[in-house]
Structures are given as structure tokens and as C-alpha cells.
């Protein structure tokens, strides 16, 4: 006899972005239409080097229960580890983890961070403030080791990363373990930093966006005139749990992860892959896997991150796997307003499926003046479009091939 | 005969943690010797790939690359069909040389001095993209770990993702690492000439409510590791003595956290990989 797969849900969500720090004020930004992006000086060793990005500014400190650090403590820690404590923490203060009536053993709750680069990171980071770590590498934990140490959580661990999908797979892994009945709770996300690496490496690529002297108008996913994408930052994080335990425990349920789909293009290691074939094939997956058809979905929100040859060969993907679904179907691409937060982008697009999920509304794409010819897509350009959403597709897609699709529902 | 036990096994449908094994391979390169291996063609009787296709892959990628690739050359027959094929790469601390030089280029040129292959080809899942493109295959490519719990993360994701593929693919993990991390001088070239490692696996999910037959080595995930249940090998067992054990055909269980431990275990011919020296070498 087969049975379902038992249902996970979302139960938790700590965040630190370029939009804001909570679960209702990126909401509220995303519904606004309200950009993230500004100037960014990436600049090192006396070189100014300035790029349009989105930053994440003043990081909160964990709530003091949840882990042994002081503030002092916390602004010690290098910036890719306050993006991923700090929301995580969160996450966990959010669906009640910690608190006394919960009977939850700490080695039944897994830990999975979607972070695509954390040795270069690390190496970079060390290497700019005087250190030489990267000729001779120190034995250390990973990032989502000492995550995991620091909310005092000892169940499974793992970093995944699929390039810009990371943090969706990291959301793919957790809702397995659970389905499994491998962990009881799983703390999820993604995080990652802007670096002056990785900004000149896209740089000189020709991935980023040129418009320097107009940073908020940068991002422009779809429209004829994109010219790239904006690096972004941040640390998005959940808990997710079986349905039926959050129903037990009387949490609140954000929504749930009701189907993933991933697939590869095996086509370039760097290049897009112009061949909508398996990003179509991702979406279907994650359709199928939520029990759901095509015409089950409310809104999508897109990977688009604004470059030329990616936004069209994800428009030719969402219109093949939504088929005549497609012309309802509203799209948006909020990577306009947060820039391409990469590792961390996926578990922010949750977020912002989830707000249009809890507000009845779609967020836009700002920026989209002219849509671009090569994008047919129901967009939503500029202002938020009020809807009701019971089901929201999620796509992110990666350097290397690497595409995924969430599927999020209304939690019953 | 001793059935392999499922976790959980009420819960079908969902993943289980059970894998047959269908083969195994063990690639080692010097530091000094990986770009000739990234030159070479692919082993007789298997997939070719592109000519470069390595030239700007990190060494962890080179030599994981090339034990997929010794894995399929010793199946031998027909070119199998590998798009259905999923890929998992678990490297440890990937990406150093080339980060080390990035970082010198950035110091002495700025922006102009860091090569845009940095970030796809060093990053975590630079090995498994690699095998993806290389050899056509459409499943999802993953990277995991990135330190020295490797082989232990890349079981548990192995098992994670293994029963959500068709019944007709491949799963391909491949763990990769430094025997010894290269010591780097301050321009970024090499001070020692460490061994890179890499062991592949091929699995498949072992299907839901039936018994492994002993005669084929197995991963599975059971619960275990709670204080009283303790794993028999640490999480961040080094990757050449995970080598080492396999060659001699011992039973393999590595923590994954406290709660769950992956096992590895032999079949009647042990892990079917050819003999070959697992030594480390010396600090």
C-alpha cells in the first residue's frame, strides 16, 4: 500500500535582508513596490570599486534566549555568520522551538543552510582583514556546524548548494528528512554576503548590470532594457515541521512546502541555457509533486534576475509548463526590489510567495517599463495586483544548470 | 540471508535511506599531476567529454570527474544513457588554489585580476555541475558539505535524494578532498604537493518493503547515534581511511548528527572497488 507523504509545513521565519528584517515588514515592502538597491562601494586595497547592490543594514542580534551570545559576541562573528544565526534564530523564536512546553529532542531537529561559496567567502573575508588563511587552511566547522551548535540543535546537518538555488534545494532537503521521518523539525534556509570576489567575478563576466549611476532602476527583470542582474545580500531561515505536529502544537503555519521539482541543463557550466527544456520540466515536477495541475496556480514569482538571455528562456519555461495557464497566471520577478540575493534568493522568494499568500495580494516587478517581447507573461508590472493565493510557484535556476521550483500552498 | 532494514518502513512514498551500490571507484592526483589528469582524455571503453572541459575546473572537480568517469569505463557495453542520472558532489574546503590566486590578483590588479571562473568553478556545487554538464545528466545536480564531514553529509544527501529519482536512473555521489590541504607561498603557487582524493559511488534506491539481498553493498540511513546508540566512526572519518575501509571490504557507519548514522555495507565482493592504496601520506 502507498501512502502520501506527509505533509510540511512552515512554521518559523527569521529573515535579515535588503527589504527588511521581518516576516510583515518584507511584506509589506514587497506589496509597495519598494527597491532595495542602492550604491556599494566594493571596493579594496585603496581601489573604490562601486556597483549597484542591495545591502542588508543593521543585522539583529539573536533573541537572548536562544543561543549563548551576547550582542558584543554577535558583532564579532564575520557577516556571513550573522546572516545565517540571526535569522535562524529567529525562525526558531518564531515557531516556538525553544520555549519549555515543547517536547522536542534536540537531536531530532536538523539543520540545512543553502550556501553556495562559504570557503571563498570565509578566505576572502580573512584574506582582506590581514589574514592568510586561504595559503594554509585551518581546520574549521563549517558555517552550519556551528549554526547548529549555536541554537544548541544536534540532530542532522548539511550545507547544500546548487549556485543561486541553493537555499530552495536546502528547502527540498529538509521537507525529505521530515517526509522520511528522519528529524521532528528542521531549521532551513540560506545566506549569503555581497563580496568584492564575487561582484568583480560576475563583473567581469558581463552578468551585472551597468547602471551604476542609477542604482534603483538597476534591477529590471523582463524588461526590454535589462542588462543584468544587482547582487544582493541576506539570510533568510524557517522552521518547517509535519503538519500534523504544528496542528498539535497549535502553531501558526505560514504555508506549505507542497512540491518541489529540480532538473538540470547540463548544458554550461557559466552560460544560461537558452533551451527552456528542463526549467520547464522543473516546474511540471514541482506541479505533479504538490498533487496539483497547472491551473492550480495563483501566481509564480520568477527567478528573472534581469539578464537577457536567463528572463527569456524562463518566460519560454513558465509558458511550457503552465500551457494555457500561462495567460492567467500573474508573474513577477521580486528581484527588482531585493536584487539577486544568490545563495539566500530562493528562501526569500518563499517569503514572497507566502506575504502574496497571507496579503491576497501579488507583488510587482518594478522597473518593468517595457516588457520585453521574448517575456510574454501575465506581468506585474510596477504595483502589487490584489488576488487571492491559495498556490504559488517558486522558480530559482543556477550557474551550473541547476533548476528548482517550489511549490507553496495555503496551509489547511 | 539478513534483510536491510528500512527506516520507517509505514512511510512509503517518502525516502527511506536505502541505496544499492553498483559500483565504486577511487581516483588520486598530486597537486603537480592534476592539470595533466584535466588533459586527459576520458578511459577507454566509457563516456568521453569535451576537450578543456576542465581546463578551469578546481582540482576536487578534476579528479571527481575522472573517478565518474573510471566507474562507467569499467562498466564496459553500450554507452548507457545517463540523462535520467542525478549527481550529488561532497567536496572538502574545494576551491583553495584557485581562491588563493584570485585573492593575490585582486590585491595586485583589482577588479581586472579576479578571473570570472572563480565563482562557477570553485564554488560548492562547481563539482557537481561539472558531472552534470560533462555527461549529459538532467537529474538534479547538488553540492553538499564543504568541509571535512564530506563523505558523512554526502551519504545522508545521497539518501535523501535517491528514492525521488525514476526507477531507471543513477545516483552518482562523489566525496572529494586533500589528503593534506596544499600549503600555498604568498603568490599563490604550491609549497607542498598533497594527494586530492576522490571515491564515486553509483546508487539506486533500493525499492520500498523488499529485503537487499546480501550480495550487493548497500547504503542505508537508520536512526541511531542517541546516547545509547553510538556510531562506530566519527562524522569526519578522513576521507582516505574511508577509502582504505572500503577497499578492505569492512562495514562503514558515520554519524550524521546526532540523531541518524549512514551505514555502508558490504556485499560478497565488498564494495567491488579494484585494489588500489589508500595510504595517507605523510604530514
Known amino acids: 500500500m502507498t501512502s502520501t507523504p506527509a505533509p510540511v509545513v512552515i512554521t518559523g521565519i527569521g529573515m535579515a535582508t535588503p527589504l ?83 517536547d522536542l529532542s534536540p537531536d531530532r531537529i536538523g ?59 536546502a528547502l527540498g532537503m529538509a521537507r525529505s528528512w521530515l517526509q522520511a521521518g528522519w528529524v521532528d523539525a528542521c531549521v532551513v534556509g540560506g545566506c549569503d554576503i555581497l563580496s ?85 520540466r522543473a516546474i511540471t515536477q514541482a506541479i505533479l509533486d504538490a498533487g496539483l495541475t497547472p491551473d492550480s496556480i495563483d501566481y509564480v514569482n520568477a527567478h528573472a534576475a534581469g539578464t537577457p538571455v536567463g528572463d527569456a528562456a524562463e518566460a519560454a519555461a513558465i509558458g511550457r509548463a503552465l500551457h494555457d495557464a500561462a495567460e492567467r497566471v500573474p508573474v513577477s520577478s521580486t528581484k527588482s526590489m531585493s536584487g539577486h540575493l544568490i545563495s539566500a534568493a530562493a528562501a526569500f522568494e518563499a517569503v514572497a510567495c507566502l506575504a502574496a499568500i497571507d496579503r491576497g495580494a501579488v507583488p510587482p516587478t518594478i522597473n518593468l517599463d517595457t516588457p520585453d517581447e521574448s517575456c510574454p507573461l501575465n506581468h506585474v508590472a510596477h504595483h502589487a495586483r490584489p ?17 528548482l521550483c517550489l511549490v507553496l500552498r495555503r496551509a489547511a | 540471508m539478513v534483510p536491510v532494514m528500512l527506516l520507517d518502513p509505514t512511510a512509503s512514498g517518502a525516502p527511506t535511506g536505502a541505496c544499492t551500490i553498483r559500483g565504486a571507484a577511487v581516483v588520486t592526483a598530486r597537486l603537480s599531476e592534476v592539470t595533466t589528469l584535466a588533459r586527459q582524455p576520458a578511459p577507454a571503453g566509457g563516456p568521453t567529454i569535451p576537450p578543456r572541459f576542465l581546463r578551469h575546473a578546481d582540482e576536487q572537480t578534476v579528479v571527481g570527474l575522472h573517478a565518474v568517469l573510471q566507474l562507467l569505463a569499467a562498466a564496459g557495453g553500450e554507452p548507457p544513457d545517463l540523462s535520467r542520472d542525478a549527481v550529488i558532489g561532497a567536496s572538502c574546503r574545494a576551491g583553495q588554489p584557485t581562491a588563493a590566486r584570485t585573492m593575490v590578483g585582486l590585491e595586485q590588479q583589482g577588479t581586472v585580476g579576479v578571473t570570472p571562473h572563480v565563482v562557477p568553478q570553485c564554488s560548492l556545487h562547481s563539482l557537481a555541475s561539472a558531472v552534470s554538464v560533462a555527461l549529459g545528466m538532467h537529474g538534479p545536480n547538488i553540492g553538499v558539505a564543504g568541509g571535512p564531514q ?55 534506491p533500493a525499492e520500498a518493503h523488499r529485503h537487499q539481498p546480501t550480495t550487493v ?67
Request: charged content about 20%; hydrophobic content about 40%; overall charge negative.
Open chain 2, 150 to 204: 564530506a563523505a558523512s553529509e554526502g551519504l545522508l544527501a545521497a539518501a535523501t535524494l535517491a528514492p525521488t529519482l525514476p526507477s531507471s536512473a543513477h545516483l552518482w555521489l562523489v566525496v572529494t578532498g586533500w589528503d593534506l590541504q596544499p600549503e600555498l607561498e604568498s603568490d599563490g603557487t604550491a609549497g607542498n604537493d598533497p594527494t586530492c582524493r576522490s571515491l564515486a559511488f553509483c546508487l539506486q
Open chain 1, 111 to 169: 539543520v540545512v543552510a543553502g550556501i553556495g561559496a562559504e570557503q571563498l567567502k570565509h578566505w576572502e573575508q580573512d584574506y582582506l582583514a590581514g589574514s592568510r588563511d586561504v595559503f594554509a587552511p585551518a581546520a574549521r566547522p563549517t558555517l552550519v556546524q556551528r549554526l547548529a551548535a549555536t541554537l544548541r540543535l544536534t540532530g542532522p546537518t548539511t550545507t547544500v548548494a546548487a549556485a543561486c538555488a541553493s537555499s530552495g534545494y
Open chain 1, 196 to 280: 568584492p570576489t564575487a561582484l568583480a567575478a560576475f563583473h567581469n563576466l558581463r552578468a551585472l548590470s551597468r547602471r551604476d549611476d542609477a542604482p534603483e532602476s538597476a534591477s529590471r527583470p523582463f524588461d526590454r532594457d535589462r542588462d543584468g542582474f544587482v547582487m544582493g545580500e541576506g539570510g533568510v531561515f524557517f522552521v518547517l515541521e509535519r503538519a500534523a505536529d504544528a496542528k498539535r502544537r497549535k502553531q501558526r503555519c505560514y504555508g506549505e512546502v507542497a512540491g518541489v521539482g529540480m532538473t538540470s541543463d547540463a548544458s554550461h557550466m557559466v552560460s544560461p541555457c537558452s533551451d527552456p527544456a528542463q526549467a520547464s
Open chain 1, 387 to 403: 488576488a487571492r493565493v491559495d498556490v504559488a510557484a517558486s522558480n530559482s535556476f543556477g550557474f551550473g544548470g541547476a533548476n
Open chain 2, 217 to 283: 553493498p548497500t547504503l542505508q540511513i537508520t536512526p541511531g547515534a542517541s546516547p545509547t546508540c553510538t556510531p562506530t566512526e566519527t562524522a569526519e572519518l578522513p576521507l582516505w581511511e574511508l577509502c582504505e575501509r572500503l577497499n578492505q571490504g569492512r562495514e562503514t557507519t558515520l554519524a550524521c548528527g546526532l540523531g541518524l548514522q549512514a551505514t555502508l555495507r558490504p556485499g560478497e565482493n565488498g564494495f567491488g572497488l579494484p585494489a588500489f592504496t589508500a595510504r595517507r601520506e605523510a604530514a
Open chain 1, 20 to 102: 527588511g528584517h521581518s516576516f510583515a515588514t518584507v511584506a509589506d515592502a514587497l506589496l509597495a513596490g519598494l527597491s532595495g538597491v542602492g550604491r556599494y562601494d566594493a571596493g579594496t586595497f585603496g581601489r573604490p570599486q562601486e556597483y549597484p547592490a542591495a545591502t542588508v543594514s543593521d543585522i539583529p542580534a539573536p533573541p537572548p534566549t536562544l543561543t549563548s551570545l551576547d550582542d558584543a559576541s554577535f558583532r564579532n562573528l564575520s557577516r556571513l555568520e550573522q546572516l545565517a544565526i540571526s535569522p535562524a534564530a529567529w525562525a526558531c523564536a518564531d515557531a516556538g522551538l525553544h520555549e519549555a512546553t515543547i
